[in-house]
């Protein structure tokens, strides 16, 4: 059998001059050469692929103490590949996202999160290591994948909670999502999740929501928490604050 026969996701190679890029993200068109979608929803990107032809532009040197090289070049091609990481992170909920660095014998696979990236060492393409890892991105869950699980597309019980819900949000017939946290369930329009210019750190986005439990409006305000033992959670503060009667502070519903 062929290997890439076993590769079941949608690929789309874009030409880097006359391609439409797939958003603006900072004021930059984002353009990766090649993009990966979900077989099943094309929304959905999957990850970003960068083509170099020149190993020099390659940021990376597996033999150098440090791993990253400082070149002109090589921070240019480090720039981008971080700037299309931090656009895939921003434009979806996603705990994670995968790219690739691809040259001309050699790729490179990288693992993004909100603490960093991981990189791999040089893969020759003949590496079997390279073909099993494809495989198994193809056929792992979208959460191995790194979307956020917690994260669904909106669902409603009858034709009037939708139309309540979508005056609300006055969010005509856009498209909506469903955010879990515990037992609470927020809906939200999904063209207003643009989050950080960063590529790590909390990602903190402040979102127009329906919450179900109270057919309202809230502020729904997503980030990533830094888990300290020295740190309280944000929400016990609010909770001690209210106890204390402090006026004008935001109400931070039971998440578990």
Not at 52 to 63: G, Q
Not at 94 to 102: G, N, Q, V, W, Y
Not at 160 to 173: A, F, N, S, W
Not at 209 to 226: F, I, M
Request: aromatic residues 10%.
């Amino acid at each position: 059998m062929n290997t890439w026969s076993a590769i079941s996701m949608h690929c789309v190679r874009q030409d880097s001059t006359f391609a439409k890029p797939i958003t603006v993200f900072e004021g930059q068109n984002i353009k990766p050469d090649i993009i990966v979608y979900a077989k099943d929803e094309d929304e959905t990107i999957e990850a970003m692929f960068e083509v170099k032809y020149n190993e020099a532009d390659d940021p990376f040197d597996d033999a150098r103490e440090g791993f990253v090289k400082t070149t002109i070049r090589t921070s240019k091609t480090l720039g981008q590949i971080t700037g299309y990481a931090t656009c895939h992170q921003a434009i979806e909920f996603r705990t994670h996202a995968f790219s690739a660095l691809i040259f001309r014998t050699y790729m490179r696979l990288l693992r993004w999160d909100r603490s960093g990236v991981v990189v791999t060492e040089k893969l020759l393409f003949d590496n079997p290591l390279l073909f099993d890892f494809l495989r198994r991105f193809s056929t792992a869950t979208a959460a191995v994948r790194g979307r956020d699980s917690t994260v669904t597309t909106a669902k409603f019980d009858s034709p009037d909670l939708e139309r309540k819900v979508r005056d609300c949000l006055e969010c005509g017939q856009k498209s909506l999502l469903n955010i879990s946290v515990g037992n609470n369930n927020y809906i939200v329009l999904k063209d207003q999740i643009i989050g950080s210019r960063s590529p790590i750190g909390r990602l903190t986005r402040c979102l127009k929501a329906y919450w179900l439990k109270t057919n309202g409006l809230v502020l729904l305000k997503d980030t990533w928490r830094v888990v300290s033992a020295t740190l309280k959670p944000e929400h016990e503060i609010y909770e001690k604050l209210h106890k204390k009667q402090v006026p004008n502070i935001p109400t931070s519903p039971p998440w578990r």
